[in-house]
């Protein structure tokens, strides 16, 4: 009798995983660097938020004169609190690093296409979704950190036309950042962005299934199949094993942030927006407030929307990058954006600016069209120019953009986080 009971348990395991793998997967699915596990990693990232959210709930008084003391009081006087708070923060840190660098890795294989359409754009919401989870949480410390940084990213929706100001407010309740705005993302951050997450992700992973899981080049497809437990499985707990070392060692190492209380009669300098909307902040140093905090984010996500709907004869072979010549392309378009990026930095900061030189003319213009259409004209010379150098194919061009208006933002963000200091103004790190 014993023995039939203990024969049992493998089966109810291994029933229990199909709910979240297919019973048999294509060996060649395996090797890992076709996914690096990260939609996996960000799971349970996701998993870990919840749990250390939990935990912090028990003590955390969401209320500005009891908020910042109950961090204090679970670092000092609860038993692992620091801990636990870290291991939050670098979940919440690394779990939109992770989700981007999935996103990219789906593009380039060309998971987007055919039946995966509509999985990309729920893909691209739950990364919104990710940003919108950190950024409510960014406020519940209520330290100068938090609060500046929040006073300047909700400052960016000001610049939504129509709507803007409205939504500030509605984010806000009222002009400024107060008692009931910390209360507002208190709720969205503990209840309305974790539910939003998880029902979503549920239906993510189920589309992934219904449409085969990973797309494989079409020489491995056929190939031999192996059962997913123990072979998938296995290498997922390992790579979750990776992950969590990794997050308690930074946990182990390194505090989250934590200034003095929060005092709305008293700004930083600098006065920074979280890490995340360093890039579209530094764009706001070179651009007029419409085309940097609404116009240039708003046409990209909006060209991540469409891509799937392009019409293109090419179907995506599975592989990191459509082609040779578009994976040479794209190497060549990250070192020109690493290059071309700071230069118009450096130039847009230091050599007089358009609405200087023509100060009778509308600053909309000279700080905002004139200069977007000047960035528009070297985007396009340069499309012209790799194409032609790579003779690139339609997917080969899009990839190749990508990766050049990619490189760029994040090297706007480096940028926006680790080189402005004082009023904001360019410095080394080690002179801030």
């Known amino acids: 009798m014993q023995s039939s009971v203990n024969n049992t348990k493998p089966k109810r395991f291994s029933g229990i995983l199909l709910h979240l793998h297919p019973q048999l997967i294509n060996e060649r699915a395996l090797i890992f660097n076709r996914t690096f596990g990260l939609g996996g990693m960000a799971a349970l990232l996701i998993v870990l938020q919840f749990i250390t959210g939990i935990m912090l709930r028990l003590y955390y008084e969401p209320f500005p004169q009891k908020a910042y003391d109950s961090i204090i009081f679970l670092?000092?006087?609860?038993?692992?609190?620091?801990?636990?708070?870290?291991?939050?923060?670098?979940?919440?840190?690394?779990?939109?690093?992770?989700?981007?660098?999935?996103?990219?890795?789906?593009?380039?294989?060309?998971?987007?296409?055919?039946?995966?359409?509509?999985?990309?754009?729920?893909?691209?919401v739950l990364l919104l979704l990710i940003i919108g989870s950190n950024?409510?949480?960014?406020?519940?410390?209520?330290?100068?950190?938090a609060y500046w940084a929040v006073t300047v990213g909700t400052s960016l929706f000001e610049y939504i036309p129509f709507i803007g100001t409205t939504l500030k407010q509605l984010m806000l309740a009222g002009d400024e950042v107060n008692a009931q705005t910390l209360l507002i993302f208190y709720n969205f951050h503990t209840a309305v962005f974790p539910i939003l997450l998880l029902l979503l992700m549920a239906y993510h992973f189920w589309r992934v299934r219904k449409a085969g899981g990973i797309i494989l080049p079409n020489k491995d497809e056929g190939k031999k199949t192996v059962p997913t437990f123990p072979n998938l499985v296995y290498k997922e707990f390992v790579v979750a094993l990776a992950l969590i070392a990794v997050i308690l060692t930074f946990s182990l190492f390194f505090s989250a942030p934590l200034l003095t209380k929060a005092n709305p009669d008293f700004s930083l300098n600098p006065t920074k927006a979280p890490w995340y909307f360093a890039g579209i902040q530094e764009l706001l140093m070179h651009f007029h407030p419409f085309i940097a905090a609404f116009f240039i984010p708003a046409l990209i996500v909006i060209s991540l929307l469409v891509l799937p709907?392009?019409?293109?004869?090419?179907?995506?072979?599975?592989?990191?990058?459509?082609?040779?010549?578009?994976?040479?392309?794209?190497k060549f378009s990250a070192y020109s954006a690493l290059t071309i990026t700071p230069v118009l930095i450096v130039m847009n900061e230091y050599l007089p600016k358009l609405d200087t030189l023509l100060p009778s003319i509308n600053s909309f213009l000279t700080n905002g069209l004139m200069p977007l259409i000047i960035l528009l004209l070297i985007i396009w010379l340069y499309y012209k120019f790799v194409s032609k150098k790579y003779e690139l194919s339609q997917i080969g061009k899009v990839q190749t953009m990508f990766v050049f208006i990619t490189t760029a933002f994040i090297v706007l963000t480096i940028i926006g986080i680790f080189f402005r200091g004082v009023d904001m103004k360019l410095a080394f790190p080690w002179n801030l």
């Open 135 to 145: 950024f409510t949480g960014y406020l519940l410390p209520w330290d100068q950190l």
């Open 309 to 330: 709907f392009l019409k293109n004869n090419e179907v995506h072979n599975g592989v990191w990058f459509f082609s040779e010549e578009a994976k040479a392309a794209a």
């Open 75 to 124: 670092q000092s006087n609860v038993l692992f609190g620091q801990l636990i708070r870290n291991i939050h923060h670098w979940s919440g840190v690394f779990l939109i690093i992770i989700a981007f660098l999935h996103l990219l890795r789906v593009f380039f294989t060309g998971g987007y296409q055919s039946s995966r359409k509509v999985n990309w754009i729920i893909g691209l």
